[in-house]
């Protein structure tokens, strides 16, 4: 993917993660992290890698990376847009932003639109309570979205990858 901020699936670098991590206590969950932080995902190749180094087996490592909704299991798109579900920016307009959002990327939550470029995704509190509704966008976060807005970032998104091409 072009100019992604992730590296490719190496076995070894996983292999550093979890050595680096394993004698920790609640290991996994760090581990897991730090997998995705490295690759941007978890890819499925790791698991078993990872349930053979902590002792546990293939289906309690899938489980917890299924149970929690930040984890995912494909690589995501250049950006990642997480827009804000929880009931104070539900308050001030986050529903009608998540359809417009659907709308206008023609994909759903957990989704890469087809030319790889964004992955939408829930998350359930951005802390930003007071200026929803809030997404946030790789690693930053803004407030008081509008669809107006949602479109002006998009564009940003995409006119990027032209500037970069």
Known sequence: MPNSPFLPWNPQQ????????????????????????????????????IAEALQLTRAEVHGVISFYHHFRTTPPGRHVVQICRAEACQARGSRALENHARETLGIDYHQTTADREITLEPVYCLGNCACGPSLRV?????????????NRLVDELTTQVLEVS
């Open 14 to 49: 996983v292999q550093d993660e979890i050595d680096a991590l394993k004698h920790e206590p609640g290991a996994l969950l760090p581990i897991l992290h730090a997998i995705q932080d490295r690759c941007g995902h978890v890819p499925r190749e790791a698991v078993p890698i």
């Open 138 to 150: 790789d690693d930053r976060i803004l407030a008081r979205v509008t669809p107006e807005k949602f």
